[in-house]
């Protein structure tokens, strides 16, 4: 089945760039998706990227998609203590355009 | 509030008993996903509905598990006969199929039922 990892923790200063990495196994080659998840809060979409793209930007989110090596990730740049949370990246599996297969999470701490 | 919500929020349970949860996705979306999602870990997807047929279930969604959409609106998810392992926060989303392109599916969440089971 598919496989989605990223690395679990990352911590930058306030004002510095953060870059979170995903690489997955498999895809049903549509969307891939970015969801951001804050403490006692629901998941929210964040930012998606189409499979015939290679980046996509959106105000201060950048997605880089690799399709040869299977990696994603997702760069904030300027990046605010409002930021710190859990970036999810989530694929669609081959087979399956309609359910999602999450990565682990990154948990993204921002210092002051 | 138009989001997808979830009930209870919160549930304890003793092992061996059954619990049910309510999911009430956002009015004009015609699918529903459950997942299951433990601590330091994503989503994991369990089943999904398009208006009220279920069409694809996860190997995860053993026979203790159930759900339906009966009338293509709110859904539920029951779980018989509770284990330890079954603790976790069970999550509803909802989707409908957008213009941004086809096989986009953004999926909304609610704000999940933790469940826990003595």
């Known amino acids: 089945g598919e496989d989605v990892e990223q690395s679990l923790f990352l911590s930058v200063r306030e004002g510095d760039s953060s870059v979170i990495n995903c690489t997955y196994t498999?895809?049903?080659?549509?969307?891939l998706y970015w969801y951001k998840q804050e403490p006692g809060a629901g998941l929210q979409l964040l930012t998606y990227i189409f499979s015939n793209m290679d980046m996509k930007q959106d105000q201060r989110l950048t997605v880089l998609l690799n399709k040869k090596d299977k990696h994603l990730s997702l760069r904030i740049a300027d990046t605010q203590t409002g930021d710190s949370a859990i970036y999810f990246c989530a694929v669609p599996p081959s087979g399956s355009a309609r359910q999602l297969t999450f990565g682990s999470g990154t948990q993204l701490t921002v210092l002051p | 509030d138009t989001g997808v919500s979830q009930d209870p929020r919160h549930k304890i349970t003793k092992r061996g008993q059954n619990v049910t949860f309510r999911c009430d996705p956002i009015s004009e979306h015609n699918r529903l996903y459950w997942y299951r999602q433990t601590l330091g870990q994503g989503p994991e997807f369990l089943t999904y509905f398009q208006n009220e047929a279920q069409l694809e279930k996860s190997r995860l969604l053993s026979d203790r598990f159930s759900a339906e959409r009966p009338k293509g609106s709110f859904s539920t998810l029951e779980i018989q006969r509770t284990e330890q392992g079954d603790s976790a926060m069970y999550l509803c989303?909802?989707?409908?199929?957008?213009?941004?392109?086809?096989?986009?599916?953004?999926?909304?969440f609610g704000p999940g039922t933790r469940l826990t089971v003595l």
């Open positions: 498999d895809s049903s080659s549509t969307y």
């Open positions: 989303a909802s989707s409908f199929p957008r213009l941004a392109g086809e096989g986009y599916n953004e999926q909304f």
